[in-house]
Nanobody
Framework: QVQLVDSGGCSVQPGGPLRFSCVVV????????VGWYRQAPGKQRDVVAT???????NYADSAKGRFTISRDNAKNTVYLQINILKPEDTGVYSC?????????WGQGTQVTVSS
């Protein structure tokens, strides 16, 4: 069983940074690839960034330049940092792992970027 707990969302003004955390409960974190997804209002959920178990990263085109995904294996945690927040970053952010043919999701954390 894999459990993900994500956090870090809030209501913020444009321009500042924000960091999300995804804690993976269990002792298999080091072998997992982890992804962050965003569901904007009225849209489908899309991948934002992924990090593999060896630390290599991939970003959606919309995330390149302002988003950074990282992991701390000692803390079983993956982070997603957004710099220079924009209103279009608004949405529910969720972390995901795929393990033994099954998808596991965090509960999602809401970010609203508005002035």
């Amino acid at each position: 069983q894999v459990q993900l707990v994500d956090s870090g969302g809030c209501s913020v003004q444009p321009g500042g940074p924000l960091r999300f955390s995804c804690v993976v409960v269990g002792n298999i974190f080091s072998i997992l690839d982890v992804g962050w997804y965003r569901q904007a209002p009225g849209k489908q959920r899309d991948v934002v960034a992924t990090i593999s178990n060896d630390g290599s990263t991939n970003y959606a085109d919309s995330a390149k330049g302002r988003f950074t995904i990282s992991r701390d294996n000692a803390k079983n945690t993956v982070y997603l940092q957004i710099n220079i927040l924009k209103p279009e970053d608004t949405g529910v952010y969720s972390c995901n792992v795929h393990y033994f043919g099954k998808d596991y999701w965090g509960q999602g954390t809401q970010v609203t970027v508005s002035s």
